[in-house]
């Protein structure tokens, strides 16, 4: 485990964890930023990650994502991911999916950017 605080005086805690044991942090986030993670899981992992971070995100509190997207040609790399698959992973009661929006996304692969999905997404209240 890592910590530290910003020069800027706001409270910050960096971790490094497991994305899969979230909810062992005892934590909660209102956001949270996901830059290439959920791609790394196959199905089995990212449904326990997605499940984990039913459990990591306030509710009404939001969860941005960059995904490689399956327009991208070759299997180099992550897992290619469709939109299907994304509003499959966030679906009701548990999520609301509130844009999915094509983007290009940097990486060292190549000089253009590869096709990825930028998907923003809210935890819905949780049933009591
Ligand atoms: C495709 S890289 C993205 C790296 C960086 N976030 C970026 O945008 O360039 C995926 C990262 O997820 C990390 N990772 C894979 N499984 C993880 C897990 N269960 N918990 C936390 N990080 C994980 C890998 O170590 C790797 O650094």
Redesign the pocket.
Known sequence: MRSARPAIGLPARFLV????RLPELGDESDTVLD???F???DDD?RARYVAALAAAITPQGRYYM?CFSERQPGTL??HRVSQQEIKAAFAPPDWRIDAIDAVPLD?NMDQVGVHAWRASITRNERER
């Open positions: 964890w497991d994305a899969l830059s290439g993670l791609h790394v899981f992992d960059l790399g992550p990486t």
